[in-house]
Structure formats: structure tokens, C-alpha cells
């Protein structure tokens, strides 16, 4: 039986990654912990977003047209605060993040969320969590 996915994304987010793919490459996601970047999904090349021990792979987005997944970090501090929450990375007009991959095609990527059901919780609860270690 597989794990519940604890990050999913919406068809306007597909859509601006399969763009963003197209122009600079695979991609991978950290979710800021906010202060300047407001909490944001930030966009970047795949490797360009030094990982260390204390970020957590949340999940993988796999998209049907893109030859990789894009990867979704964020760290281990956050990841306490948001372990019981499902997120979806979602896509609105506006500026984002000045170092996200995004913000020169007028749009920005932003979390939607909610808790997970208690049998998503039970499946998730004890469930090991892949480091950037």
C-alpha cells in the first residue's frame, strides 16, 4: 500500500513548470520559512538550491510531459509545524520571490493546504522522511 502524497500540485502549476522546464531545465521546489519570502514554494534549478542535513523531501511532483520530477524540499523546523498538512503548490498572477524561477513570467507559485484525514495521518505518522544528508 502506498503513502498518502503529502504535496500535489494544480493543472496552472503543471502547466508553468512544464513551461519553466522547457526553458532552463529540471527543476526543484524549497518552501521558504517565510520573512522575506512570505513562506513561498521557491522555484529553482534542479541543484542550484544547496540542500544541507536539516532539509526534508516532502515529495515529488511527477508531471505526465516532463522527463524528471520535480523534487519539493523544505526544512526540518518547518516540517514539524506543517507534518500533519497536505500542500499544494498552486500558481496566481503577481510578483513572487525575487530568486524564483517564476517571477519573470508574471506569475508566482503559492502553498494551498490542509490537514490530512486521520487515516492519511495513521499511514503518514511514522513514515521516515528522506534528508538532504
Known amino acids: 500500500m502506498s503513502l498518502p502524497s503529502r504535496v500535489d500540485y494544480s493543472p496552472e502549476a503543471a ?3 512544464l513551461k519553466l522546464t522547457k526553458i532552463n531545465g529540471p527543476l526543484m521546489f524549497h518552501q521558504s520559512g517565510g520573512c522575506c519570502d512570505g513562506s513561498s514554494p521557491m522555484c529553482y534549478l534542479k541543484g542550484e ?19 524528471e520530477p520535480v523534487e519539493v524540499w523544505m526544512s526540518a523546523s ?12 498552486d500558481v496566481v498572477d503577481g ?3 525575487g530568486f524564483s524561477l517564476e517571477s519573470p513570467e508574471g ?17 503518514l505518522e511514522n ?7
Open 15 to 17: 502547466e508553468l513548470l
Open 49 to 67: 538550491f544547496r540542500l544541507g542535513g536539516s532539509d526534508v523531501l516532502i515529495g515529488e511532483l511527477v508531471i505526465a510531459q516532463m522527463s
Open 78 to 89: 518547518q516540517f514539524e509545524y506543517w507534518k500533519h498538512t497536505h500542500l499544494t503548490i
Open 95 to 97: 510578483r513572487g520571490g
Open 107 to 123: 506569475k508566482r507559485f503559492l502553498i494551498r493546504s490542509r490537514l490530512f484525514t486521520e487515516q492519511e495521518w495513521e499511514q
Open 127 to 133: 513514515s521516515p522522511v528522506k534528508t538532504g544528508a
